[in-house]
């Protein structure tokens, strides 16, 4: 019999044998590590320099699907609730499925990379593949750094090969289509008019946009002052599919910005300009007008007036185009559209047109 607990065994040769759980197998059989000395306190001696060196490895602890519960409300106080949010989302639609179950030491550098080869078949992009392994980590060394004792050997929680980073270009309406848009508007009155014809004329998010009053329109400095974003986001508190709106400064301190507008947008906006604190998209129930309803308001507007349905976040991408057409800087562009990097901008807002490439295209010729 073990003495005191431990898993320590005088053996029928006389030696001490003592053995440490190193993990499992397929067949979720444990597998161990044995060491042996002349006495029990020698063999406990030998043991607790091995786990101080490689870990505790209980198989009696916690789960994974334990450890990610843990982590999400203990760290709920220290995040946005947009973040909280996105966070539980993926843990409960991605990583539970595949590893509640399990514990820790279970983990394999093979078991992850067949979850990674799950998620791609799924569609899920390299990138968020990426930051889930990374929210995987965080939260185990979390746990880990919150119980005294217990320490996991974590294998690398990345990819094995080569790392993919494929932005989706979705079809987008063309230039001459948004100025046509943009001709209508200022024709048409409709509540959303000074909104809409603000997103095609600064790139500016439709989150962010419906959370602008009129107090942060500066028609004298022509420009608007961009500090506060609108999402509608779930609760997880009461009913499981309950959601608030929630008005809050945007995700980073890039995204809190100044932007320029050109003079005929103001002096338009001049004629449309209410008290200060009303929303510059009104609502109809309500004082502001939230994202989703903007959608379908957008939506209606193009069917109403002959145009092909494209999505509201279009708009940014044709801004960001049109930008570089005319000869704006990146770094300038990065700025105006909120981004902390430059290749952000780059990557995922700029498709320039064929026209754009042929014009530049002929300027060989003057070198010739």
């Not at 179950?101 to 093979?110: F, G, I, K, V």
């Not at 379908?296 to 930008?323: D, I, M, V």
């Amino acid at each position: 019999m073990p003495r005191r607990g431990r898993n320590i065994y005088k053996r029928k040769d006389g030696r001490w044998e003592g053995r440490v759980i190193l993990g499992y197998d397929e067949d979720k059989k444990r597998k161990y590590h044995s060491v042996y000395g002349k006495n029990y306190s020698e063999v406990k001696g030998k043991m607790q320099k091995y786990i101080e060196k490689y870990g505790d490895i209980r198989g009696k602890g916690d789960t994974i699907g334990i450890i990610l519960y843990f982590w999400l409300e203990q760290k709920r106080k220290d995040w946005k609730p947009s973040t909280y949010a996105n966070y539980r989302k993926i843990v409960e639609n991605h990583l539970l499925p595949y590893w509640a179950q399990m514990h820790p030491e279970m983990l394999s550098a093979d078991r992850v990379q067949k979850f990674i080869l799950t998620k791609k078949d799924d569609g899920l992009s390299s990138k968020y593949i990426k930051n889930m392994l990374g929210l995987f980590r965080q939260a185990l060394k979390y746990y880990e750094n919150q119980h005294e004792n217990v320490h996991y050997v974590i294998p690398n929680l990345s990819f094995t090969g080569k790392y993919e980073n494929k932005s989706e270009i979705k079809e987008l309406p063309s230039i001459e289509t948004i100025k046509e848009v943009e001709k209508m508007l200022y024709i048409k009155d409709v509540p959303e008019q000074a909104g809409i014809l603000l997103a095609i004329n600064s790139g500016i998010r439709i989150g962010e946009l419906c959370a602008l009053r009129w107090k942060d329109v500066d028609l004298d400095g022509g420009m608007i002052h961009v500090n506060k974003t609108m999402q509608r986001i779930r609760t997880y508190s009461g009913r499981s599919s309950e959601t608030k709106i929630y008005i809050m400064e945007p995700k980073t301190r890039n995204a809190v910005r100044d932007i320029p507008l050109p003079s005929n947008l103001i002096r338009f906006l001049k004629c449309k300009k209410s008290s200060p604190e009303e929303y510059v998209v009104p609502g109809k129930r309500v004082a502001y007008c939230e994202p989703r309803t903007l959608q379908y308001r957008f939506k209606r507007f193009l069917k109403e007036n002959g145009f092909q349905s494209f999505r509201f976040h279009a708009l940014r991408h044709c801004f960001a185009s049109r930008c570089v057409e005319l000869g704006f800087d990146a770094k300038s562009l990065c700025e105006i559209m909120g981004h902390s990097d430059i290749r952000i901008t780059l990557q995922l807002y700029v498709h320039t047109s064929i026209r754009q490439k042929r014009i530049l295209m002929e300027r060989l010729n003057g070198n010739l």
